[in-house]
């Protein structure tokens, strides 16, 4: 069983950055791939970025390549959105999932087995 807890939420303006965390427990983190999503109201969830349990390969959606930056320290079992140029469509509570089959990264939602709480983000315009 794994537990995911994110945090680094909240309301900026436009163009503004933020940091998302999700810390993990248990001993096996740095054997999972791990991505963001994010959901905003009325809208399916959706991929944000990914990152291989290796740290060796990292996945954006379009929308936020050149934007955001996913990292990883598996040392301290959490994963970092980074999050810069903020816009208002980047609103929507966002999400850190844990995938325990390593061997194909993916970027649907049903293919990861855990989930946070999810962490607010609010860009005003």
């Known amino acids: 069983q794994v537990q995911l807890v994110e945090s680094g939420g909240g309301l900026v303006q436009a163009g503004d950055s933020l940091r998302l965390s999700c810390a993990a427990s248990?001993?096996?983190?740095?054997?999972?791939?791990m991505g963001w999503f994010r959901q905003a109201p009325g809208k399916e969830r959706e991929f944000v970025a990914g990152?291989?349990?290796?740290?060796?390969?990292?996945y954006y959606a379009d929308s936020v390549k050149g934007r955001f930056t996913i990292s990883r320290d598996n040392a301290k079992n959490t994963v970092y959105l980074q999050m810069n140029n903020l816009k208002p469509e980047d609103t929507a509570v966002y999400y850190c999932?844990?995938?325990?089959?390593?061997?194909?990264?993916?970027?649907?939602?049903?293919?990861?087995?855990?989930w946070g709480q999810g962490t607010q983000v609010t860009v005003s315009s």
């Open positions: 990152i291989r349990w290796s740290a060796n390969s990292l």
């Open positions: 999932a844990a995938r325990t089959d390593i061997t194909v990264f993916g970027t649907r939602p049903n293919l990861y087995d855990y």
């Open positions: 248990g001993r096996t983190f740095s054997r999972y791939n």
